[in-house]
C-alpha cells in the first residue's frame, strides 16, 4: 500500500484503466449473462442509499420499511400477500437459506439428522454448495426428454430423510419451467419442504402468464410451495447485489434465526451479517418505476428477440436443442463441436457461454441486447456456417 495519499484525479485515472479492462454490457457482446445493466432510477437510489446497514434494522428503520414493501410488491405477483423473508445478495444466498430452513425444520419437527435433497440436474450449482454447507445428501434427479425434472424419479428418491424438494422456474442452462404442480403435489404428500428457484424466471413468468403466454402455475398458489427465490438483479434490472428469498410465514425464518444481542435487532436470519440497504431501495426504485405494465412490456420485447433470435438461427441449419420457454436460446451447428463453435464466436468478439446439460451454445436475451446485435451476431453465424 502507497505510504502517502494519492490524489483524487490520479486514483480515478487508475480506476478507469481497470475498468476499461471490462466487457460493457452496452457493447451487446455478452451474451450468456443473466444480469444486464440496472435501470438508471436503480442505480440513482441505490446510491443514496448506498449507507445503509440492513444487518443492524433498528438504526435504519426506513430501509427496513422499505424491505418489507419490496418483498410485499415481489409477492404481489408470486401469490402471497405477507411474505417472510429478505432482500440478499442473489440466487445463492437465497437458495442456501431456503434449504437450511427445510434442514432445520426437519430436523426440529421430524428428528431427521441424516438429512436428503432432490434437485434435478438443471438445478444452479448453488444448491451443491448448500448440501456442502449444510451435511445434506444431494440426490440429482433425470430430466425428461423435456429437459424438466422427472417427476416419477423424485417420487422413487422421496424416503424418510427427505428434507427438500426443489423445482426450477426458468433453468439457468435452458430457462425451462419444472412441472411445480406436481411437485407440490408431492411435497404435500410427504410433508416436504418444496423451494422453487425463480431467480431467473420470477421477473418474467408472472406477467407473461398476465398476458396470455401458456406458463405453469409455480408460485404459492400451490400448497406446497414453501419458498422461492427471485432475484431482482436479473430481470429485474435492479443493480448487483439485489437477491430475493421469501418464505411462506414467518416460521421458515424463526428456524434459521440467530442471536446478536449487541445489535438494536436481536436475532437474524440471514446468512451474511451487514446486508446493503442499497439493493432494497433501488428495486423498490425500479418496481415502483415500471409497474407491472413496464415489467410485462420488457418480457414481451424479450421474449420477441428470442423468437427472432431461434428463427434466424434454424433457417441458417443451426439446430435449437428445444424451442425457447424464456428468452433463453441454446443451439448448436451440426457439423462443429459446442466448444469449437464458441470459439470461433470468442474469436468475433462475442462473449457466450456454454451449456453443459446438454452441451450448447447459451444465448440470454437480456436488456443490453438489442435487435441491432442480434443481427450482427447472425450474420457472424451465417459466416461461420458458410466456412466450414
Known amino acids: ?23 460493457k454490457y452496452s457493447d451487446g457482446r455478452i ?11 436503480a442505480k440513482e437510489a441505490f446510491f443514496k442509499f448506498i449507507d445503509s446497514n440492513l444487518g443492524d434494522p433498528g438504526l435504519f428503520k426506513g430501509t427496513k420499511l422499505i424491505e418489507d414493501t419490496v418483498l410485499k410488491m415481489i409477492g404481489s405477483f408470486l401469490s402471497i400477500e405477507n411474505p417472510a423473508g429478505h432482500m440478499v445478495t442473489g440466487g445463492t444466498e437465497a ?22 435433497m432432490i434437485v434435478p440436474k438443471s438445478a444452479h450449482f448453488s444448491f451443491k454448495k448448500a448440501a456442502d454447507m449444510l451435511n445434506l445428501k444431494l440426490i440429482r434427479v433425470d430430466l425428461d426428454e423435456n429437459y424438466l425434472i422427472d417427476t416419477k424419479c423424485v417420487e422413487e428418491c422421496v424416503n424418510d ?18 412441472p411445480i404442480e406436481d411437485l407440490s403435489k408431492i411435497a404435500v404428500e410427504n410433508d416436504i419442504h418444496l423451494h422453487v428457484d425463480a431467480a431467473f424466471g420470477g421477473f ?17 398458489s400451490l ?72 415489467y410485462a412490456k420488457n418480457a414481451i420485447e424479450a421474449m420477441e428477440k428470442t423468437h427472432f433470435l431461434a428463427e434466424n438461427l434454424k433457417n441458417l441449419g443451426y439446430e435449437l436443442i428445444i424451442e425457447p420457454k424464456l428468452n433463453i436460446v441454446a443451439f448448436n451447428h451440426p457439423d462443429i463441436e459446442t466448444d469449437d ?18 452441451e450448447a451454445i ?24 458458410k466456412s466450414i
Not at 443490453?368 to 453465424?381: A, F, G, P, S, T
Open 1 to 23: 500500500m502507497n505510504e502517502k495519499p494519492i490524489f483524487h484525479d490520479e486514483i480515478f485515472s487508475q480506476l478507469d484503466k481497470f475498468q476499461a479492462m471490462d466487457c
Open 31 to 41: 451474451l450468456g449473462s443473466m444480469c444486464t445493466e440496472a435501470h438508471p432510477i
Open 95 to 116: 437458495n442456501i437459506m431456503a434449504i437450511r430452513s427445510a434442514r432445520n425444520l426437519a430436523r426440529d419437527n421430524k428428528g431427521i439428522e441424516n438429512g436428503e
Open 161 to 178: 430423510n427427505t428434507v427438500a424438494i426443489v423445482g426450477i422456474a426458468g433453468t439457468t442452462e435452458l430457462g425451462m419451467i419444472d
Open 204 to 220: 418474467t413468468i408472472p406477467f407473461l402468464k398476465e398476458r396470455g403466454y401458456d406458463f405453469p402455475d409455480f408460485d404459492f
Open 223 to 294: 400448497e406446497g410451495v414453501r419458498s422461492i427465490t427471485v432475484d431482482p438483479h436479473k430481470m429485474g434490472l435492479s443493480p448487483i447485489p439485489s437477491g430475493g428469498i421469501l418464505f411462506r410465514d414467518q416460521s421458515y425464518l424463526d428456524a434459521i434465526s440467530v442471536d446478536f444481542p449487541y445489535l438494536t435487532v436481536k436475532h437474524q436470519s440471514t446468512i451474511v451479517g451487514t446486508r446493503l440497504g442499497a439493493a432494497s431501495a433501488a428495486t423498490y426504485a425500479v418496481m415502483s418505476y415500471l409497474g407491472k405494465e413496464g
Open 341 to 358: 463453435l464458441a470459439n470461433l464466436l470468442e474469436d468475433k468478439n462475442w462473449k457466450v457461454s456454454c451449456s453443459s446439460y446438454p
Open 362 to 385: 447459451r444465448v440470454i436475451l437480456m436488456n443490453h441486447i438489442k435487435k441491432e446485435h442480434l443481427v450482427e451476431l447472425i450474420n457472424d453465424l451465417e459466416e461461420i456456417s
